[in-house]
């Protein structure tokens, strides 16, 4: 086991922040902020919700480069591990493994209806059976695979397209920033009444990026380190999800009725059945394999690999879409017996 205290205060620092973000887009909205979920309705180009989602989406890549930009691969604390992973850790899973994690990635959190932001983050302090449920099912799949990927040992270094970060995060930091005004704007001409919702989540995708580079969430090294478990294990994520948790119990309770909203948009099905059980399960596969979800993965655009950018996200929604379809087949099946 590794404790590195510096760690382990930066995890629950970083987890405090996604819990304000969490809390600011429940409490003046009304809404979970699932990243799978926001994902998809992007890549279906989901016309009620698509601005303020890209907004989000875009901002949590202009914050995870602002930080780049600021910390690069020095610690933000003395003592403490640095803030970035260096390039050939993330390009380690090279491309088979960054094709297969993102499919099932995709194909789980869709099924299964969330990641660790929906389920964890926001599903735990609602004290939502379902996520519970999700939350042990992706844990268990998640530390097995990744134990296991660690005893076959099979990554190894992977050559890159492009080698020079500075420009990459430039790049990132331009286009992110971009794409976040573009979704103000057109939530504004789309209503509106509802631009106010694109502010708060650009908002809400800026401090959300900030606690995942904080907290190492933006590491595959971190990730991957929490789930595998051999000499080497750090527990430092579990500060993460305590930290995120522990605020959300607490401002998820606060009041009756949204700020800005009449009424909360959350999920009403409340059963655990078969597709939940297998969604989270694929899900912690992919994520024992990758070490990246979907939060995490945009998060590291300032650090363009192939890998991620190109393979990993493209096969996510791949993941995402054929789940719909499998759902979709179940329900159908279901419905005629």
Known sequence: MILNFKDIYLAAAGGLLIGIATSIHYLLKG???GFSGIFYSLITFDKNSFYWKLSLMSSVVLSSSLLFKCYGFTPMLEGASPSFDPINQISKIGYIGAAIAGFLV??????????TSGHGVCGLPRLSVRSMAAVASFMT???LTATLKDQLVLEQPTKLLIDNVDMTNTLAMVISGILTLVGIIGQTKQNKKTMIDAIISSVVGLVFGAGLVVSGMAKRSKILGFLTFNKSWDPSLMFVMMGAVSLNLITFNLLEKPIL????????????????ILGASIFGIGWGIGGLCPGPAFSLFPQFTAQIAAVFLPCLALGQINANKFSQYLDQKSKSN
């Open 261 to 276: 909203s009449d009424k909360w948009d959350l999920p009403t099905n409340k059963k655990i059945d078969f597709k939940l």
């Open 106 to 115: 995709g194909f789980g959190t869709k099924l299964g209806n969330g990641c």
């Open 31 to 33: 809404r979970v902020t």
């Open 141 to 143: 799949f998640g530390i």
